[in-house]
């Protein structure tokens, strides 16, 4: 076969399927956002159409499974565009997952829990196929023909093996600390700390971080790690802790003064403004706690 003959052969392969008949992929860890470099996408999609085809599996109904390209399926249901270039692959389960994850890993911007999740995911699908991916017994991973399974998942996003690790425990993590950690609130050494707490452990910890306005260190982390360990880890011990004084978060808020001014007694002077503020974020913080010893 010549590169024409190469060429033609692989034009056949693609064909315009309609979006309506197009499914995404089951739990799929990567969020579609209608954002700004959607907008633009969408405008690309208008101009020049799709360039890149999706990849797509058939399903055992005959409709089709988006393996690889949800974004560009999603900027054509915005643009009107009602079917799409595909190609046509025939995966097993298992072989969708691991081309899913590491063709959306070449993403520009991926967040620690799209992250967690697709190496989660793949190693989840590579033990299934017979490769020795065993977590429990070793974080560091089985070997496998030479390599670590985790530095194999890792390889598409530059990550260690180790690092893989840390990412795959935030999957341990409740949606509200989870979404602290995509927001860059918490980082991702303190997140993993926090994940090996109990669910109803982490909950409070949602609650004492919504009411004292403040993040763990990872030194703190750790401490909550070894309460939780012992069963000592009460919302109480929690609060107590999130109430303590951190150096890294000492000059991180900043309110204006004219914004602040609004809700302050015109008999405050200037130099009183921050004592007062805290004394009204102290009454508030018992408020809350108040409120919350009367919901129990």
Do not use: W
Not at 131 to 152: A, F, H, N
Not at 156 to 173: C, F, K, M, W
Request: net charge negative.
């Amino acid at each position: 076969m010549n590169d024409q003959e190469r060429e033609a052969d692989l034009i056949q392969k693609i064909y315009d399927i309609p979006i309506c008949e197009i499914d995404d992929f089951p739990d799929h860890p990567f969020k579609v956002r209608d954002d700004e470099d959607m907008l633009q996408l969408v405008e690309s999609v208008r101009e020049r159409g799709i360039i890149t085809p999706v990849t797509l599996r058939r399903k055992e109904d005959g409709r089709y499974e988006i393996v690889s390209g949800h974004r560009r399926k999603r900027a054509c249901e915005i643009a009107g565009i009602e079917t799409i270039p595909s190609e046509i692959r025939e995966l097993t389960r298992d072989e969708a997952v691991i081309l899913m994850v590491e063709s959306n890993l070449q993403r520009s911007v991926i967040l620690p829990s799209e992250k967690a999740f697709s190496y989660k995911m793949r190693l989840e699908a590579m033990k299934r196929q017979g490769q020795r991916t065993d977590l429990t017994s070793s974080p560091l991973g089985m070997k496998l023909e030479g390599k670590q399974s985790l530095d194999i998942v890792g390889e598409a996003a530059g990550d260690s093996r180790n690092q893989v690790h840390r990412y795959i425990r935030l999957t341990e993590l409740v949606p509200g600390l989870l979404e602290m950690v995509d927001e860059g609130r918490i980082a991702l050494r303190p997140a993993v700390e926090l994940s090996y707490l109990n669910k109803t452990e982490q909950t409070d910890l949602v609650e004492a971080i919504e009411m004292t306005l403040a993040t763990p260190s990872h030194a703190q982390a750790i401490r909550m790690r070894g309460l939780s360990k012992e069963g000592r880890l009460t919302y109480d011990v929690i609060d107590s802790i999130m109430c303590e004084e951190k150096p890294n978060q000492k000059e991180k808020i900043n309110i204006p003064y004219e914004d602040a001014r609004r809700y302050i007694p015109s008999n405050v002077p200037y130099e009183k403004t921050g004592e007062y503020v805290l004394k009204a974020l102290e009454y508030y913080h018992r408020h809350l706690v108040r409120q919350r010893n009367d919901a129990r």
